[in-house]
Nanobody, 113 residues
Framework: VTLEESGGGSVQPGESLRLSCKGYGRTFSASDIGWFRQAPGKEREFVASIKWIHTAYADSVKGRFTISRDSGENVVYLQMNRLIPDDTAVYYC?????????WGQGTQVTVSS
């Protein structure tokens, strides 16, 4: 499956962003899709995932981020509210667990005052 992220940007603390992950391939709608992020100098970490109607979140984003999917459009969204500076990272989508060959360019999210 091929995945393409978009929607990043620079925002102030407390603001919101919505990331999009467009999937190409017949298996996308049935796949467990995850959002991951990598901050400078840190390991890439799990953020959220969705398979059918089942979702999972990292503790650090619970209550602030919401993952959803539009199966008709083959898109998985990550709605990020009440952003904080620690959310600054490059965000990636991939299958969950991730496939090494499916990492894309990611989309940069910067939260700063």
């Amino acid at each position: 499956v091929t995945l393409e992220e978009s929607g990043g940007g620079s925002v102030q603390p407390g603001e919101s962003l919505r990331l999009s992950c467009k999937g190409y391939g017949r298996t996308f709608s049935a796949s467990d899709i995850g959002w991951f992020r990598q901050a400078p100098g840190k390991e890439r970490e799990f953020v959220a995932s969705i398979k059918w109607i089942h979702t999972a979140y990292a503790d650090s984003v619970k209550g602030r981020f919401t993952i959803s999917r539009d199966s008709g459009e083959n898109v998985v969204y990550l709605q990020m509210n009440r952003l904080i500076p620690d959310d600054t990272a490059v965000y990636y989508c991939n299958t969950n667990p991730p496939l090494e060959d499916s990492w894309g360019q990611g989309t940069q999210v910067t939260v700063s005052s």
